[in-house]
């Protein structure tokens, strides 16, 4: 999944200056290379947290030279350090991950085009939705190919990406797009959340999350399938949508509502793994 996407990200940049679609490309290709190494030798922390933000760093370091803002320079600095790490945590059931992402660039893409972005964040986004599309028949229950670490680092590194440049856009497309991720954060911050007001190693693997949980106690993952894709279906992509007229809050709604829907899926004891 992850050499066609890079190639294909890669041609809208082909008018670009070559040490701004090098850095944008090398960007995205550094995020499948650390995960990679992770799926194969189990990377430490220290050292996969280091590759995750020189993602970041290129993808700032490319927005400098194409003249872009302050804001942006930073936003992209340390916003992929937070997608990639929240899109790796909830690839742990099948399925889950791809079509959740099938449905944040789908829309996004669409919301993207309606205005007619100038920043490159429409043809991004639909590549990164067909991509995911054309693995997806092969990861749904029960998955007989992987997204692994490569493919999840990627997609958190093409969100913020997106997200960043959607702001640059105009600024409600920005909030649209932060919309369309707050199922996979909002699952995020409210297990991470558990974990520290009751005192555990919060930065250590754990099977703690809404969806594992669900898949725990149903022993189905279709079941956590239906969770994740019902509050991108029915709050996340309806609230990236009025944020197109109302700015903000309808993205801290979605935000707030599936960060409780998450907060009491993951309640209760913790996940047991079983055999599915």
Known sequence: MALPALLAMAWPMIG???ALASSTVLAFALAVIVGTLDDLADLPTLPK????????????????????SAWTVTSLALLP??????????????????LVALGIFAAGAVLSWSVRDAGGVTFVGAVAAAAVAGFLPWNLPRARVF???????????????????????RWELGWAWLALGTPIVGDVAACLLRRMARGAEWWRAHREHAYQRVVARTGSHGSALAWA??????????????????????????????????????????AVPKKI
């Open 16 to 18: 670009s200056p070559p």
């Open 49 to 68: 947290l280091l590759g995750e933000a020189m993602v970041g760093g290129l993808l700032a370091a490319s927005a400098w030279l194409d003249g872009a």
């Open 81 to 98: 350090l937070i997608t990639q790490n929240a899109f790796n945590f909830v690839d742990g059931s099948d399925g889950l991950l791809a």
């Open 147 to 169: 997204m692994g670490d490569g493919g999840s680092l990627l997609l958190g590194a093409v969100y913020a990406w997106c997200t960043v440049r959607a702001f640059d856009a």
């Open 229 to 270: 894709m019902g509050l991108e279906l029915l709050v996340a992509i309806p609230a990236a949508i009025a944020c197109m007229r109302f700015g903000s809050m309808p993205a801290m709604l979605a935000l707030a509502v599936c960060a409780m829907v998450a907060w009491w899926g993951g309640s209760g004891r913790a």
